[in-house]
């Protein structure tokens, strides 16, 4: 079960991280250049708030039945603070996807709510980004390659 969802989590991962750099990019892009916002956009903004929202799902399943979760009660939380590996797999890596998720939710739902194209792109480009940086900032980047 474990290995299972582990594999699934890796690989959804590069979509999740694909996705999203192409939603920010289309965001710049169009906020930068006037661009009129059409549905290709809109859709690039969905499959990226879908994607990323499975990849939660998949996370909280992996959190529970990963080797690092059973180190809470082994080791109290000073013992999993005080070690860097099960500090980014139990705290750091799991809250901040979650910030990073949150932040793709709302930029999506805040952009929905704009009636023209520039204030659109602005809020995705701001939202997306600011998402993008924080998965960037905790990805295992040593585990994953
Ligand atoms: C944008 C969302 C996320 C991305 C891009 C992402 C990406 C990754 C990557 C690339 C790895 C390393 C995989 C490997 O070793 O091959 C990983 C591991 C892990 N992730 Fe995530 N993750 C996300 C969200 C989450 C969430 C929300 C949770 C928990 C609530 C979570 C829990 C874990 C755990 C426990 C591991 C360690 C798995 C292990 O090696 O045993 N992830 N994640």
Do not use: C
């Amino acid at each position: 079960m474990y290995e299972v969802v582990q594999f699934i989590h890796s690989y959804w991962a590069y979509l999740v991280l694909f996705m999203l750099l192409i939603a920010s990019f289309n965001a710049i892009i169009g906020f930068v250049t006037n661009k009129e916002y059409g549905s290709t956009n809109f859709q690039i903004a969905l499959f990226t708030l879908i994607v990323s929202h499975i990849q939660l799902l998949i996370g909280i399943v992996l959190y529970f039945s990963a080797p690092y979760f059973k180190m809470w009660a082994e080791e109290g939380m000073g013992g999993v603070m005080s070690d860097s590996t099960l500090r980014l797999y139990n705290v750091e890596h799991p809250l901040m996807m979650i910030i990073a998720i949150a932040l793709i939710t709302i930029g999506y739902s805040k952009h929905k709510k704009k009636l023209t194209s520039k204030p659109k792109f602005k809020t995705l480009a701001i939202f997306y980004t600011l998402a993008l940086i924080v998965v960037l900032s905790r990805i295992p980047w040593s585990a994953w390659f």
